[in-house]
Every structure is written in C-alpha cells, then in structure tokens.
C-alpha cells in the first residue's frame, strides 16, 4: 500500500505535532484481515507516529466481541475515546485532532460547562455516527471529546462510523449524520451537530443524580464577585467585566464563540497559558453572549485576544497563533 499521507502534509503535521502535543498518546488499533480497510486502519496511525515521539501506536488482532477494526486513543492517559470502524475520508481529521486535544489534555468548552460536567456522578457514554464524506461528523465527534475532556472519569465517547456498523446503525434507526446518542437511549437521539449549552444540558440530564439543580446553577450568571486568586481561566459577562478591569492588573481575554472552530483551535493554548502564567489572569468572554463587550472594544473579528495592563486595552491579537508567539505576544503588550 503506498503511503496515505503526503510529503507536504507529513511536514504540516510534523509542525503541529512538535507544537502542540504536550504528552504522549498511545494508539492501540484493534484489527484482523488483509482487506483495505484494515491495511488503512493499520498504517494511517502507524503514518501518524513517524512524526512524533509522542504517538505510539500498536496493533492487536481483533476480538470477536468487537467492530473490526477498531481504534482506540488515549487509554494510557485515562480517556476512553474509541473508534468503531476505519477512519477514512473527513474522519481521519478526527484521530489528528482527538491526538492532539487527548496530549493537551483540557477542554475548549466554557468555563461554566466544564464545571458543571465535572460535578457529574452518573456514568456517561456519548455515541456519535458519522461516516468518512460527511464534512460537518468531525465537528460532532470533537464536541463529545471536549465533553469527555472536562470529566474523563465519567464519559466515554464512542464514534461509530455507521457504513461499517449496519446493525449498530439499524438500532439507533441512523438515516442522517452525525447523529448522537447518549446512554443508549432513543430518546437522547440527536441529529446535526449540536450547540455546545444544547449539548452539554442533555448530557447532564443524563449524568447528574439532580440535574434539574445542575442546570440552574449552570445557567445562572455569573457573579460579579470576581475570586482573589484565579487557578486556570475565568468567565466573564457584561455583569462582571467592569470589576475584573479593576481588580486584575495584568488580565488577558479571550474574545471567542461558540461556531467560531478558529476559537476552537485557540482554546486548548490560550488555557495552558491560563495554568503556566500564574501572574497573569486568563478569561474567556463569549461575543455572542455578551455584545455589549464586543462592541465597546471593537471586536470585528474572532479569536481576538484582549491584552489589559492596568485596566486599559493594551493590545488586541486577532487570528491563531502558535502557543510560543501567543505568549510572546502577550507578555511584550504587558512588559
């Protein structure tokens, strides 16, 4: 089989990888047979680790009990993100980016959804159908993952590519992709990619002992008192951006939205820089949730990041940057 990824891709990835992966990520695919399919399954990851020492990849024969073949990612580091079926066509952009987000390992969900997925205490598992000519599965399969991100212990995500799975797809009654399902249920069925409050509701309703209590604290707005010592990213609203303006000298902030996947792609950097620059506050303002903001400031385009020294907008950076130029950028506007 010629090789699946091309010189100048293998170069693109090799530099997304070395700039982004921050932890190893074992591949394990599970597959038995000499058909296409499998020799695809086989070597696409395998074509993946030749460009970084931090993807490993092996190869087990198939079970009987299990789709074949089978991709499963990020075991070694507590997620449980399986592949049912081969990753071609759009998904195979899927694995890319289920590998990088699995090493970086946070969420790009709101801050005010991760905490509530963190509270769940019921076992959850998302199953999302795709197949490889839908250009918007990607999207749905990424969605759970970030679900899956804000609280590993409790979700699982299982996407299912639906050609290779005909009884699985008879069973959940799959006539348009992505399709979700939570938990098995009929009635969890989702169709189209979801919005990410959509989402994340339902998948408290079914992972929350109380959810109707879950939700309403979600969904309440954000305090305008702002915490002392801020760990990781804050949210901020029309309600509390004044206040932060004055309590945090040095206040960085993400300007973002939810359809906006450049903002996607930022998210993941801009909340390491959260946790590594501990002298600095990191916040996320939704434009689309908070207009007020984005007009006073401006905001024409997303991801913009707001650089505030002493209260008073010191810089604006406008599009997706590398995470060493993103921070050089910032502590330049805050020096």
């Not at 086989?42 to 009987?64: G, H, N, Y």
Request: net charge negative.
């Amino acid at each position: 089989m010629e090789r699946l990824i091309d010189a100048k891709t293998r170069k693109e990835l090799e530099n997304l990888f070395a700039e982004s992966l921050t932890r190893s990520v074992d591949v394990t695919v599970y597959s038995t047979g000499d058909e296409e399919i499998h020799e695809f399954a086989r070597q696409f990851p395998a074509e993946l680790a030749e460009l970084s020492d931090k993807i490993t990849v092996k190869t087990l024969p198939a079970r009987d009990d299990m789709t074949n073949p089978t991709v499963v990612v990020g075991e070694n580091l507590g997620y449980r993100f399986v592949f049912l079926g081969t990753p071609y066509g759009h998904e195979a952009s899927t694995i890319i980016e289920v590998i990088r987000l699995l090493s970086q390992g946070r969420s790009s969900l709101s801050p005010k959804y991760q905490q509530a997925l963190q509270r769940l205490d019921r076992d959850v598992k998302i199953q999302v159908f795709v197949t490889p000519s839908c250009p918007y599965c990607p999207q749905a399969a990424l969605l759970a993952t970030q679900v899956m991100l804000a609280n590993p212990q409790r979700v699982v995500v299982e996407v299912v590519e639906a050609q290779e799975n005909p009884e699985l797809s008879m069973q959940y009654r799959v006539s348009s992709v992505p399709q979700q399902v939570i938990n098995g249920d009929m009635d969890s069925i989702t169709i189209g990619v979801q919005r990410e409050q959509n989402f994340v509701q339902q998948v408290i309703r079914y992972g929350s002992s109380d959810p109707e209590k879950l939700l309403s604290e979600m969904n309440q707005k954000a305090s305008s008192h702002l915490p002392d010592e801020v760990h990781g990213e804050i949210e901020l609203t029309t309600e509390n951006f004044d206040e932060a303006l004055t309590k945090y000298p040095r206040l960085v902030v993400d300007f973002w939205a939810e359809w906006c996947m450049p903002c996607k792609m930022m998210a993941p950097i801009f909340a390491d820089l959260a946790h590594e620059d501990t002298s600095t506050v990191y916040a996320k303002c939704n434009v689309d949730e908070n207009p007020e903001i984005a007009e006073r400031y401006g905001i024409a385009s997303i991801p913009t990041i707001g650089v505030f020294r002493g209260g008073e907008l010191a810089k604006e950076i406008v599009g997706v940057r590398p995470k060493a130029q993103l921070a050089s950028e910032i502590q330049a506007a805050l020096a």
